[in-house]
């Protein structure tokens, strides 16, 4: 087993996520380790049965190897899962129709119509948008303005929502999901503002009594435990992140065993 083979197993031995699974399997497969890689699939797909990209390098790693009717097997549920998902060609239409992108909606209609052919909807609308053809001012398909510039400065331009509408979804259940994620500062601050808001709800106030003690016993140790984990997370990807590396260096210069 050469240098580049081991490190590959290395990487499949210790659970990479899709993308890195179907990047090392593709790579393997180019120099020709087609039953690895047919093995690989096959544990992938127990974990990731949905995942499109690693069932098509099985059927491609089935017909080079000569097993046909595998390929076709899987080649099946690859198509099952395209024309789940070919609706998102009727959307994009229906977007570029909105937009005044005519030509754009005619080729995605063009495209999803020869999955659906029955659908009389989009059939109507492909008649309708026909560059060659003007549709009446009544039947106009409306422009709608698009907001420029990225969309998070559009929702930061928008007015602030009133404070009484803010203190509607304070509640104590917003509280216990700010301690449940160790921001146990936060869930005292939004106990507070439950008191405030209602002065007799006696279960609020016994526990932001509880929680101020918490903290001043040195029990609340969250973000203590965030931190590792987040620690730990951050060195992980670093390991990946160098694999992938790696894997795009010898994908230029070749190591033979």
Known sequence: MGTSDVLYNQILSNGPSPGTLFLVLSRLKEEGHLKWVIQECIKALNIYPEDINIRQLLAESYFETGLLSQAEAELEK???????????????????????????????????????????????????????????????????????????KFFEELPAAPEEEIAEIVTPKLAEIYLDQGLIKEAINTYKKVIEQNPKDERSIKRLEELKIMIEVGEAVD???????????????????????????????PITA
């Open 223 to 253: 973000d203590i435990d965030f931190d590792t984990a987040r620690s730990k997370k951050e060195k992980m990807i670093t390991i990946l992140e160098g694999w992938i590396d790696n894997i795009r260096e010898w994908s230029k210069h």
């Open 78 to 152: 690859v198509t099952t899962q395209i024309n789940n998902l070919i609706s998102a060609y009727k959307l994009r239409a229906e977007i570029y129709a909105r937009q005044g992108r005519i030509e754009g909606a005619a080729q995605a209609l063009k495209v999803y119509l020869v999955h659906r052919p029955e659908d009389q909807e989009s059939l109507d609308l492909l008649e309708r948008i026909k560059p060659s053809e003007k549709p009446p001012a009544s039947e106009t398909i409306p422009v709608i303005e698009e907001v420029p510039g990225p969309a998070e």
